[in-house]
Nanobody, 128 residues
Framework: VQLQASGGGLVQTGDSLRLSCAAA????????MGWFRQAPGKEREFVAS????????SYADSVKGRFAISRDNAKKTADLQMNSLKPEDTAVYYC??????????????????????WGQGTLVTVSS
């Protein structure tokens, strides 16, 4: 699957932004989806993830209550709604996908190492 992230930009503290990840390729509902970010000089970190059906999601503590992940399997998109943005949210945001043939499970994976497919990243800059 090929992933294309979009929606980044320059915003002010307290603003909102919506990132979108568009997938091209196989049946989107066979993929677990996640969003990760990497700030300058820091390692990549988990932000949010969502299960195949969208029934389960997980968030990093730093974004709980401010960010919301969603997906539309028909449109093959996974979005990240970011509210109440802070300067520390400044980073390049990446969407990622994990393929599965096991439809008996429906997890929201938080470990970036399980994701085999990555988008190119979109830059989010939050000014103070």
């Amino acid at each position: 699957v090929q992933l294309q992230a979009s929606g980044g930009g320059l915003v002010q503290t307290g603003d909102s932004l919506r990132l979108s990840c568009a997938a091209a390729g196989r049946t989107f509902s066979n993929y677990y989806m996640g969003w990760f970010r990497q700030a300058p000089g820091k390692e990549r970190e988990f932000v949010a993830s969502i299960s195949r059906s969208g029934g389960s999601s997980s968030y990093a503590d730093s974004v709980k209550g401010r960010f919301a992940i969603s997906r539309d399997n028909a449109k093959k998109t996974a979005d990240l709604q970011m509210n109440s943005l802070k300067p520390e949210d400044t980073a390049v945001y990446y969407c990622a996908a994990k393929f599965t043939r096991d439809h008996s499970a429906d997890y929201a994976y938080t470990d970036g190492n399980v994701y085999a497919y990555w988008g190119q990243g979109t830059l989010v800059t939050v000014s103070s």
